[in-house]
């Protein structure tokens, strides 16, 4: 059973349609990438997925259960969905560490179990010693890193990503490439990660939806993707 489903999505901004007729499924511990050019309507399929914008045709369900459509949309702190965005959107002026136990704390987890579970993630996203820092005295790498420690802290059941890599240099976008999608198969996290980058795309997704225009051209492994010309 697939953890996220899109029944013939459409979403339209007054007569422009900025998608028609989307349908797929993601399922427990895969990476999905959603690759196409811009004006193909990424956006707005992340945006009806997080919950951010409301479809006007279709259906979404996580687990069975209908998220959205035309009629209802489940409030996006209810869909149990992390996002991690191409501008980090850390708060400032909270340590690293504050910024990673934000959900956890929110969710009332007792002190000690929150500073056991960050050890773990800070470990595991190489921020050791940072703990103390604010966001403004790192590196873009090293907030990229703690925006996926944030949104992995509280184990969603889906894992948003926003263009992550953009704002990177190409030597640091090829290093992380390799590094999420090693950590998010380690971890066992389903991911739906959007992007413009073909390379980004095909090194770390399990499956491509390749996107057009507002519509689907075509759903399948990296490799099989490639072979189709
Ligand atoms: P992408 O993320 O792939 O660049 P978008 O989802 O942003 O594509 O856009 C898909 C289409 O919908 C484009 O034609 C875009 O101009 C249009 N669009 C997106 N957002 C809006 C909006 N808020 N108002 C009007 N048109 C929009
Ligand atoms: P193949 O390319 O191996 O002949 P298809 O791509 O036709 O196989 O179908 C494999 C699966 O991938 C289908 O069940 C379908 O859900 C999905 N898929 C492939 N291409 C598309 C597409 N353009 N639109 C929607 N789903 C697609």
Not at 37 to 55: D, R, V, Y
Not at 66 to 86: C, D, L, T, W, Y
Request: proline share 6%; net charge positive; aromatic share 6%.
């Amino acid at each position: 059973k697939p953890i996220l489903e899109a029944v013939g999505l459409g979403k339209r901004y007054g007569k422009q349609a900025a998608l028609q007729g989307v349908g797929f499924e993601v399922y427990a511990g895969e990476i999905i990438s959603v690759l196409g050019p811009s004006g193909c309507g990424k956006s707005t399929l992340l945006q009806l997925i997080a919950g951010l914008a409301q479809p006007d045709e279709g259906e979404l369900r996580m687990r069975g259960a209908v998220i959205a459509n035309a009629s209802r949309s489940v409030p996006p702190e209810k869909r149990g969905m992390n996002m991690v965005f191409q501008d980090y959107a850390l708060w400032p002026h909270m340590s690293v560490f504050d910024n990673i136990a934000y959900g956890l704390r929110r969710q009332k987890k007792a002190e000690a179990v929150i500073r056991s579970d960050i050890a773990e993630l800070v470990r595991l996203l190489h921020l050791q010693g940072l703990e103390d820092r604010l966001p403004p005295q790192l590196s873009g790498g090293q907030q990229q890193r703690v925006a996926i420690a944030r949104a992995l802290a509280t184990k969603p059941d889906l894992l948003l990503l926003d263009e992550p890599l953009s704002n990177l240099d190409m030597r640091l976008r090829i290093e992380m490439r390799a590094e999420m999608a090693y950590l998010f198969r380690r971890l066992g996290t389903t991911v739906f990660h959007v992007t413009h980058d073909p390379d980004e795309a095909f090194s770390m997704a399990d499956r491509i939806i390749i996107m057009r225009a507002g519509g689907i051209d075509q759903i399948d492994t990296p490799q099989a993707c490639y072979r189709r010309p």
